[in-house]
């Protein structure tokens, strides 16, 4: 399946730690199914152009875009919860951002948001870089990468028009 405006995000399960460190589960269709959302789709965490300059400046514009009417800015990451949860706090330790792990990659490959990578990576099947404007649980906006190493329609600059849409 391929995603498309207007369809529904589906109920699967992604991965975060817990206050005490445990692996937990909670439905990605629970996270965003009220409100406006950005959804940042990332190869994986501590890769340099994710580290470096995707998220970052996210993370840099996160009280603007809250304040422009987006509820949550949420990360999905193609790896565990314990990578991810340790990136995490390296890259946004004042917790301006949700992260989610999407190791098995069940929301990546239900919209059709994997690729395998080039072998001298050395990272195999990953997600795409994408972003997802997501209301109430619908998906309104999709930009998405035509490779993992590019990065020019996923960044934050003029998402506040998204909220006109």
């Excluded at 965490?45 to 514009?61: D, G, M, S, V, W």
């Excluded at 929301?107 to 099947?125: A, Q, V």
């Amino acid at each position: 399946m391929k995603v498309i405006l207007g369809q529904r995000i589906p109920d699967v399960n992604v991965g975060y730690l817990d206050g005490a460190g445990s692996p937990t589960s909670v439905s990605l269709r629970e996270v965003l199914g009220k409100g406006t959302h950005i959804l940042i789709g990332v190869p994986g965490a501590f890769t340099p152009i994710c580290t470096k300059r995707h998220l970052p400046r996210f993370i840099e514009k996160a009280p603007a875009l809250k304040q422009s009417g987006f509820d949550q800015i949420n990360c999905i990451v193609s790896n565990d919860p314990f990578a991810v949860d340790e990136w995490r706090k390296q890259i946004d330790p004042e917790g301006r951002l949700n992260f989610y792990a999407d190791g098995p990659m069940a929301f990546s490959r239900w919209f059709g948001l994997t690729e395998m990578l080039p072998e001298h990576l050395h990272m195999g099947e990953r997600s795409k870089r994408y972003l997802l404007i997501v209301r109430d649980g619908v998906v309104q906006r999709v930009n998405m990468e035509r490779t993992v190493i590019e990065f020019t329609c996923t960044g934050p600059d003029g998402l506040d028009a998204a909220l006109t849409i």
